[in-house]
């Protein structure tokens, strides 16, 4: 029997889809957006106490967080059990800061990244662990989604569409390193720059929608339909995919969203404000809006 652990939306997602395609039976310690991204793939999900969970385990499967210790106690848990447990790594940044919790860390026996880029970041990051490659099951999964989503009408041809995905920088920051503005921008900074450089991606935008992280409330960023004269929208109850067909830009600071935005080829933009020290996602086909605006004012 199989455990299954994860808080987070990027693990969680991965592994339910790993858990459907390859028909596997698990108990379950879920908590956060885990719990409805489980529920939405493999129906009504029974969870169990994290240490009865463990006791009734083989092995296990881990996300990762920075905001919840469920999946980091389980790899400690695992290890004093002797029990073989896997972490899914569902992005390309921060990697080692994951296993920590006040200079106590615990990793996995093994950690399975979806591509060659993460596998050779997390080689170099991650010596203590043995590093595997296997498909990511929810970018197989979105594949197959996208090709049975057609786009919705439109309503001025020539205009665009962008979504901006958001994330809680603040929050990640603060859980790493105590510190909201460690590095250099807040979520909010990074939305303002955006808005306010809009003009670098086209001078026909029909809509802005702004798409809160799953962490964040619904209503977080309905300040900026106020404070800038944009076509913005907020509070939509799409699915990040019908968002992401729906868009032809996907724009954001590093998160999963983009990369959907890729696989769903459509353009897609960095909005790291400069002197942001996060580190921006690898992917080469990643603009930098940065860029754009220096080419703008040439």
Known sequence: MIGVVAHD???AEIISSYIRQNNLQCNYM?????????????????????????????????????????????????????????????????????????????????????????AKLAA??????????????????IRKELALMPARPREGKGAIRILFACAPVREGAQALYNDPRYWGYTEEDALRYFLSNTDCLGDRIEQIAIRPHPKEEPDKYDWAKSAF?????????DSLLAQ??????????????????????KRVVCCIPPGGRTV?????????????????NV
């Open 30 to 118: 879920l908590d956060g957006p885990a719990r409805q991204i489980f529920s939405r793939k493999l129906g009504p999900i029974d969870t169990m106490p994290l240490e009865q969970l463990v006791a009734s385990s083989e092995r296990f499967f881990c996300g990762t967080s920075f905001s919840s210790e469920i999946e980091w106690r389980t790899m400690g848990l695992a290890r004093d059990s002797g029990k073989h447990c896997v972490a899914f790594l569902d992005h390309w940044i921060n990697y080692r800061q994951r296993f920590v919790r006040e200079e106590t860390w615990n990793f996995p026996d093994e950690v399975w990244v979806g591509d060659d880029i993460a």
């Open 244 to 265: 992401v067909v729906d868009s032809d830009i996907v724009a954001g600071c590093a998160t999963m969203a983009m990369v959907v935005g890729l696989l769903a080829n």
């Open 124 to 141: 170099e990051v991650l010596p203590e662990v043995e590093i595997k490659t296997v498909s990511n099951a929810y970018f197989i999964d």
């Open 229 to 237: 004269d944009l076509p913005i929208v907020t509070g939509s109850d």
């Open 280 to 296: 921006p996602l690898p992917q080469p086909e990643i603009e930098k809006l940065e860029t754009l605006i220096e080419n703008r």
């Open 9 to 11: 939306a990027g693990g």
